[in-house]
């Protein structure tokens, strides 16, 4: 943990805060704060500062000073193709500590239906992996996920209630490289949605579906690669294009 995250109201009117459990142990154990010491704190979609050690025991008692402000919300968002459960467990932390703002998690015609009754779409097991995630690149911001098991109502009718985005983009293996020219085209404010299919790829009437609301597709080249490796390498590249 680079940041202990609080909860809001873990927070005293006089700015301590106790710590038990796993946080109280890595403050211990891997921070090895002393009484007096600073570490670095956050409150959850709040402000970042620094928090004294003011007592050790059982429970570790902190004073906090939340002078750092909040971040700013990434400006990318995902629709992902749920992939196997494990993948999907290991990908919480990864996305959180990459930045999305939203993740919108959908079925597709390769994505095996058994995969939405997994526990790794419980909201607890969300939650401790998104934390994780925020922990490991000192971030506040926990991204809003939400589960959709119809692909085209998703599409026609649940994103279309939302904000508009500046520029929407799907993924999928081709000839090209991910387009230099299109990273640098890519608008400079406004918000943008990725969205990434499951591991054999989106069939041809979900591709035909997507571009008719406005996704445009981009490529990382001919390989098809695994979940966790093309969100890794397609929001790294969209977070440099978009400074």
């Not at 010491?37 to 007592?55: C, F, L, M, N, W």
């Not at 911001?141 to 983009?169: M, N, T, W």
């Amino acid at each position: 943990m680079n940041l202990i995250l609080l909860e809001p109201d873990e927070i005293q009117a006089d700015g301590t805060a106790r710590l038990s459990g796993a946080r109280a142990r890595h403050v211990r154990e891997v921070l090895k704060a002393a009484p007096g010491q600073a570490i670095r704190v956050g409150v959850i979609d709040g402000p970042k500062g620094t928090a004294a050690v003011i007592a050790d025991g059982q429970e570790i008692r902190l004073q906090c000073e939340l002078n750092g402000g909040i971040p700013s919300l990434p400006r990318v968002d995902l629709l992902l193709a749920l992939p196997r459960p494990k993948v999907m467990n290991r990908l919480w932390p990864v996305l959180a500590s990459l930045g999305v703002g939203r993740i919108f998690i959908s079925n597709a015609w390769k994505t095996e239906r058994c995969y939405f009754d997994s526990h790794v779409l419980e909201p607890a097991q969300i939650r401790a992996g998104l934390m994780e995630g925020l922990q490991q690149a000192q971030d506040t911001r926990l991204p809003q996920v939400s589960v959709h098991r119809r692909f085209k109502k998703l599409i026609e009718d649940e994103l279309a209630g939302l904000e508009s985005y500046a520029a929407r983009l799907v993924a999928q293996p081709g000839p090209r490289f991910f387009p230099i020219d299109w990273l640098s085209g890519l608008p400079a404010a406004g918000r943008v949605l990725l969205a990434v299919g499951p591991e054999g790829g989106w069939i041809p009437s979900e591709l035909e579906l997507l571009a008719a609301h406005g996704f445009t597709p981009v490529s990382w080249g001919p390989r098809t690669l695994r979940t966790d490796t093309a969100c890794s390498v397609l929001l790294g590249f969209l977070h440099i294009a978009l400074g």
